[in-house]
Every structure is written in structure tokens, then in C-alpha cells.
């Protein structure tokens, strides 16, 4: 089974901050990545799929990049709307999520 | 609007069996295969049963292989997921997922709100 690692768990920023998170796969699975935002009590939202690729509606500060084992997904601009929990998820083989990374208000 | 809408959910005891529907609205359904994903506090968002459109391929994860079993019923818009033999680990809230393409071994880009499943005696 491909495993997906996030980093970090958590992460503490302000409103305006440039926000990195990171997905490790722990083999290569190309550009068969995709990043979801979840908040408390919602279903996970696709935000970036094919590692790179904006989902219809996304606002354009967030933008994914990557390849093989290493993906990001950034925010350039963090908005007050965008405090919220975010999963990297590999559909090169079935499907696997990471563990999530928590955005909270620093 | 695509809409997934979930149910069946309840407690039950480990060793026993439950039913999840998942009626979807809004867009052809056939055209699309679906998936079951669930989460749970202690493992995160965990992919637990995959279906072609057409119900031709089917997928599961380790975890629930030869206890749970997904079906459809494009008739009706309707996905399922049969779960037998349900142990503890097994409780979460279980969401139906929309691939998007026929297959369903690629990302989701419409959720149902999710319908809980406890197990414990």
C-alpha cells in the first residue's frame, strides 16, 4: 500500500501569511495527487487535483506543486475563510490520504 | 446541484451487519463511478470500497476485504455498501464520495455529508 506522510500536523499563521504544507508518498505515484479542505461538521472540499491542477471555483492563492514522491500545497495569501484542516490524497493506486494538517490561527 | 445523500447509519454490536445507502441527485448518475470513504478521529480519512459506473470493477480496502461489499443501482441513482462482521475499529462516519470519471480510483469532487456508524457492544 502506497502511504501518504503530511507535514506538519499543525500549523499556526495569520491572516496574510504565505502557508506551505508538504505530502510525502512513500513510492512514486507521478501526478496522481489531489488537496481537500475540511472544516468541522463538512465533508472534505477538492481544492487541486493532478497535483497542480485548480479545481473549478478555487480561489487562485491556492496552488499545488510537485511530482514522484514530493507534492506541496501552498496558500499565498492566507484568508480568514482559509483556517481549516487540509488532507493530500494518492489515487496512482486505489486511494490513500495523509493524515492532515491543521491551520490554525497563530 | 449534484447531491449525495447518505443514510443507514446506526449503532450496532461488533459482529453485526449494516446497510449504507447513498441517493445521488443532480447529475447522471451512471456517468460516474463512486466510492465509499470513511473517517474517524484515530485513522483519519481512509478509501473503503471503490465501483466502476457500470458495477463492472470493484475495489476495497485491506481493511474491510471479504466483510464489506459495494453495489449500485443506476436505476435508482443509488450506491451501497453491505457491512458484515463490523468490529470496533469500523465506527466512523462514512461518506459517499463521486469519482470523476467512470472509474473510481481517482479524486472526489463531490461528498455527501457522511452517516455514522458506530460499533460497540
Known amino acids: 500500500d502506497i502511504q501518504m506522510t503530511q507535514s506538519p500536523s499543525t500549523l499556526s499563521a495569520s491572516v496574510g501569511d504565505r502557508v506551505t504544507i508538504t505530502c510525502r508518498a512513500s513510492e512514486s505515484i507521478s501526478s496522481w495527487l489531489a488537496w481537500y479542505q475540511q472544516k468541522p461538521g463538512k465533508a472534505p472540499k477538492l481544492l487541486i487535483y493532478k497535483a497542480s491542477s485548480l479545481e473549478s471555483g478555487v480561489p487562485l492563492r491556492f496552488s499545488g506543486s510537485g511530482s514522484g514522491t514530493e507534492f506541496t500545497l501552498t496558500i499565498s495569501s492566507l484568508q480568514p475563510d482559509d483556517f481549516a484542516t487540509y488532507y493530500c490524497q494518492q489515487y496512482n493506486t486505489y486511494s490513500t490520504f495523509g493524515q492532515g494538517t491543521k491551520v490554525e490561527v497563530k | 446541484e449534484v447531491q449525495l445523500v447518505e443514510s443507514g447509519g446506526g449503532v450496532v454490536r461488533p459482529g453485526g451487519s449494516l446497510r449504507l445507502s447513498c441517493a445521488a441527485s443532480?447529475?447522471?448518475?451512471?456517468?460516474?463511478?463512486m466510492s465509499w470513504v470513511r473517517q474517524s478521529p484515530g485513522r483519519g480519512l481512509e478509501w473503503v470500497s471503490g465501483?466502476?459506473?457500470?458495477?463492472?470493477?470493484?475495489g476495497y480496502a485491506d481493511s474491510v476485504k471479504g466483510r464489506f461489499t459495494i453495489s449500485r443501482d443506476n436505476a435508482k441513482s443509488s450506491l451501497f455498501l453491505q457491512m458484515n462482521g463490523l468490529r470496533a475499529e469500523d465506527t466512523a462516519l462514512y461518506y459517499c464520495a463521486r469519482a470523476e470519471y467512470t472509474g473510481y480510483d481517482t479524486r472526489f469532487d463531490s461528498w455527501g455529508q457522511g452517516t455514522l456508524v458506530t460499533v460497540s457492544s
Open positions: 443532480g447529475f447522471t448518475f451512471e456517468d460516474f463511478g
Open positions: 465501483i466502476t459506473w457500470n458495477g463492472g470493477r470493484k
